[in-house]
């Protein structure tokens, strides 16, 4: 019952991802956030630099993708949280799999 | 909140990594000492949510967006060293596929949104609990408030950069002044989607909550 709850939970997350992403792509405001905003009304938002990755496939979440907007922004999003996904399982998989290595050392030492 | 390269020179810029980085160590260490086995996919999750939560931008004002930090969210849900390295993953990401935040910013910016949004934000939500009536229906209006409070200063902390590094000649106060008031708009919506969040995690499995106190853990309106 428990595990059941917590799988629940696990699906409850991803599935809440999911509705962002679907929100993301269809109502998300493309006014630009706090800091940007600003930065234009401050008059240095000419000081930032061209990004690294500014002509990368995903950049801006999707505009340099071809299609449609709502289904750029979708794709760009699901491929994100893929990879967040697989990348902070592989993070704290390796920061568990750390401590009880060093635990066990300690212990045996 | 993404702050690009250019806005802050690299010396500061450089300093600031040095410190993300130390935060980030402690994070591995302290995460390690609790996490357990069954908990890892839960935190991987959280991060794929936050990421995914922070794409939705929300009309704040007339001209304006805001978006979820998540660092409070994911501080109650996991702790908030795990908070911290939750946010970091998410800031990783953006930042290399997504060309959001710059990658010379990359410290800032986890300054900013894990050290003082997460673990900062963190320290709110048990001031808050502690002085909160011992409910369950508390944890999650403190961690609303305390979410509320940690966007604020996540913005001071990009203030506090740019007094020591900004590269544009900006009035410090006037930036201040901005740069508070737009967040602490922001910050309602950061509230309101952290409580409805948590509020519905602690109804479901109070038990997962990592921030949620021994009297919330069983389904009781009143205990204590």
């Known amino acids: 019952m428990r595990d059941r709850r917590y799988r629940f939970l696990l699906v409850g997350l991803l599935a809440a991802a999911f509705l962002s992403i ?4 269809h109502f998300a ?14 008059g240095f938002s000419d000081t930032a630099e061209t990004h690294l990755v500014e002509d990368g496939p995903l950049a801006g979440y999707g505009e340099n993708l071809a299609g449609s907007d709502g289904m750029n922004t979708a794709i760009a999003g699901l491929l994100g949280v893929a990879v967040t996904s697989i990348l902070g399982y592989g993070v704290f998989w390796l920061v568990r799999r750390h401590a009880s290595n060093r635990h066990r050392t300690a212990a045996s030492g | 909140m993404h702050i690009p390269d250019g806005f802050i020179n690299g010396a500061t810029s450089a300093g600031f990594g040095v ?4 935060g980030v160590g402690a994070a591995v260490r302290q995460t390690g000492r609790y996490l357990s086995e069954r908990q890892v996919p839960l935190a991987g999750l959280v991060a794929a949510f936050v990421f995914a939560a922070q794409m939705v931008n929300f009309p704040v004002a007339a001209g304006m967006s805001g978006h979820l930090l998540g660092g409070v969210l994911a501080a109650v849900l996991v702790g908030p060293w795990a908070g911290l390295l939750v946010i970091s993953v998410v800031l990783v990401v953006q930042g290399m596929f997504f060309a959001d935040g710059g990658l ?9 949104m894990g050290l003082l949004g ?6 709110f939500y048990r001031v808050l609990l502690h002085v909160l009536p011992k409910r369950a229906k508390s944890v999650g209006l ?4 305390a979410a509320f409070l940690s966007v604020p200063l996540a913005a001071l902390g990009f203030v506090i950069q740019f007094a020591m590094g900004g590269t544009a000649d900006v009035a410090l106060g006037v930036l201040l002044a901005a740069m508070l008031g737009t967040h602490v708009l922001i910050g309602v919506g950061e509230g309101i989607l952290t409580a409805l969040v948590i509020g519905s995690v602690m109804s ?3 038990d997962i909550v990592y921030g949620a106190p021994a009297y919330a853990g069983v389904r009781t309106e009143e205990l204590v």
């Open chain 1, 22 to 25: 679907a929100v993301a792509s």
């Open chain 1, 29 to 42: 405001s493309t006014d630009p956030d706090g800091l940007e905003f600003v930065a234009e009304r401050q």
């Open chain 2, 19 to 22: 410190v993300a980085a130390g």
């Open chain 2, 104 to 112: 010379t910013a990359l410290g800032l910016t986890i300054v900013n």
């Open chain 2, 118 to 123: 997460a673990v900062g934000g963190y320290a």
């Open chain 2, 142 to 145: 403190a961690a609303g408030v």
């Open chain 2, 204 to 206: 479901s499995r109070a």
